[in-house]
């Protein structure tokens, strides 16, 4: 569904006054092999090209992956925290930049500046949070079973990743990867989303500036067919670690488990928001309408279901209805836009689908919202008003499928139990909520939720880098990224033995006499 895909295709030849950038690979920004360019497009103005980007094959992967080959031996050996400091060069050279990046980040991908900041600001707390483990990597020593024996257990690195990353978060998922891959010592080629490359970019270009060797960090822009899948089959990828849609993730975890590759996976999501009837019902509603609209729905975290105890639903669809009519829908760049774009047409159509399927086959309640947006500015872009259905039953298509755009679903509930089944009742597992004062509610609800993150009278976004990301089910694979957990997915364990004896001792045979 990538917006690049649908424009066209750019020949060397062509003359244009859009700016060309380039792949990044053994520390020179270069062509791709065959000098061709695909336009990234503004999604809130389609006539507004943000730059051309070079169309990439298995033959520019193949470069980079031997460029990141030959810097492999000197960046392991490099020690962990000599590593970090360069990444706590790169943090402050994010800091200064954040502003372009912000802006330039709502140009390519359409959320408003306030959420690009906040992409920012991830990529920077993740690397001010990530290298400082340069200074830790923790592992551990332990008693051995024999005397004068010692026995320890020490991170080591994987080898050469392979990330693949999505559109949703441009600047702040790539830094997810990158920074802890880095900080343990591994050397990387990044495939970034084809609709957001620039982001991807100003984060190379910080590193390079904060004096990454040449050949750690390469990027190759492109399709995921054409970047992608070479990448996830090069032989010398040790691991891949993906972010995107479960389709996807499913292909690529066949491939790597043929290839005996480590692979972390984060998928997808259709997470839900309980409000109990004793909730504070204004603050349900701002919750719901922040993790719902936000990113325009576009958030592995979206609030796409909100569960509701039917001694106040109607209390609180009047409420979110009524505010859901007054989001100010516009261009990201507008500081008083509060839903930008979706990313692009396979996208909009994909959501407008949805919302033809929730009133056609789901026969549920369309409360507002619909349509896509054509008239005056709004013709120029992809925008979609802000979409409620309600009186949703769990089991209908718009209550179990994620649709990744600016739509939720209400459900009326009658228990807390029953409640609880509807949130775990469908293929995802990412991110649940609850809403209620009681903390004997809360406790059982963070008790019996099956998902990755759960949040108590707040909506089901808004994670925070020192905590581990991740979901279960159909989210992902039981890898969990950011927090220190993130280290678990970029190094591998190595347990040493030390016999001090001077003689041959033989573990689970010898005798001790106490
Ligand atoms: P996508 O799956 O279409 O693409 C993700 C990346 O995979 C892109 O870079 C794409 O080019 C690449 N790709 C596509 N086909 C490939 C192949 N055959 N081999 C290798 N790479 C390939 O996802 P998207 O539309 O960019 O992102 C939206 C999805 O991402 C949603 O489902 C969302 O829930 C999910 N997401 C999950 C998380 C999480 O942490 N769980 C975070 C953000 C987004």
């Known amino acids: 569904m990538a917006k690049a895909k649908e424009a066209k295709k750019l020949n060397k030849k062509s003359e244009t006054r859009v700016q060309t950038f380039y792949n990044y690979i053994g520390g020179e920004w270069v062509k791709s092999a065959s000098g061709e360019y695909f ?96 200074r830790r990597l923790h592992g551990f020593t332990t008693p051995a079973e024999m005397p004068n024996k010692f026995a320890m257990c020490v991170r080591q690195p994987v080898g050469i990743c392979g990330l693949i990353t999505p559109f949703n978060f441009p600047m702040a998922i790539p830094s997810w990867k990158l920074i802890p891959a880095l900080v343990c010592g591994n050397t990387v080629v990044i495939k970034s989303g084809e609709d957001v490359p620039l982001s991807t970019i100003n984060l190379i270009k910080s590193c390079s500036e904060a004096g990454i060797p040449a050949g750690v960090v390469n990027l190759v822009n492109g399709h995921g067919a054409d970047v992608g899948a070479p990448l996830v089959n090069h032989k010398d990828i040790r691991l891949i670690s993906f972010t995107g849609s479960t389709d996807t993730g499913r292909i690529i975890a066949e491939q790597c488990a043929n290839q005996n590759k480590i692979v972390s996976l984060e998928m997808g999501g259709k997470n839900a928001i309980i409000v109990m009837d004793d909730a504070d019902i204004d603050n349900a509603v701002e919750g719901s309408l922040w993790g719902a609209f936000g990113t325009s729905g576009q958030r592995c975290t979206a609030s796409s279901r909100l569960v509701v105890h039917k001694k106040v639903y109607k209390k609180f669809t009047e409420k979110l209805v009524e505010r859901v009519k007054r989001l100010k829908v516009g261009n990201g760049l507008d500081e008083k836009t509060e839903v930008g774009p979706v990313i692009n047409q396979a996208a909009m159509e994909k959501i407008l689908g949805y919302i033809e399927i929730g009133q056609k086959e789901d026969k549920a309640t369309l409360a507002c919202g619909g349509n896509r947006l054509t008239k005056g500015d709004y013709a120029k872009g992809y925008f979609i008003e802000p979409t409620v259905f309600t009186d949703v039953a769990p089991d209908m298509r718009v209550g179990q499928e994620e649709i990744f755009g600016p739509v939720t679903s209400v459900i009326p509930f009658s228990t807390l139990d029953e409640a609880i089944d509807i949130v775990n009742n469908v293929k995802y597992g990412l991110s649940s909520a609850i809403y209620t004062q009681d903390v004997n509610q809360s406790f059982y609800a963070m008790q019996e939720l099956y998902t990755g993150i759960c949040y108590v009278n707040s909506a089901t976004i808004g994670a925070e880098v020192h905590l581990p990301f991740g979901g279960t089910k159909g989210t992902g694979n039981g890898h969990r990224e950011a927090g220190t957990q993130v280290l678990d997915i970029f190094t591998e364990w190595k347990s040493l033995y030390i016999d001090y004896s001077g003689k041959l001792q033989k573990a689970q045979i010898d005798e001790f006499e106490i």
Do not use: H
């Open 39 to 134: 336009e990234n497009i503004n999604p809130a103005d389609t006539k507004d090209v943000v730059g051309r980007f070079p169309l990439s094959s298995e033959e520019d992967v193949n470069r980079a992956v031997e460029a990141a080959k030959s810097a492999a031996t000197r960046w392991r050996r490099t020690p962990a925290p000599k590593r970090a400091e360069i990444l706590f060069r790169l943090a402050r050279i994010l800091e200064r930049d954040k502003d372009k990046f912000s802006r330039e980040m709502t140009r390519e991908m359409g959320k408003v500046l306030k959420e690009t900041g906040g992409d920012v600001q991830e990529a920077i707390d993740c690397t001010y949070f990530t290298a400082g483990e340069g």
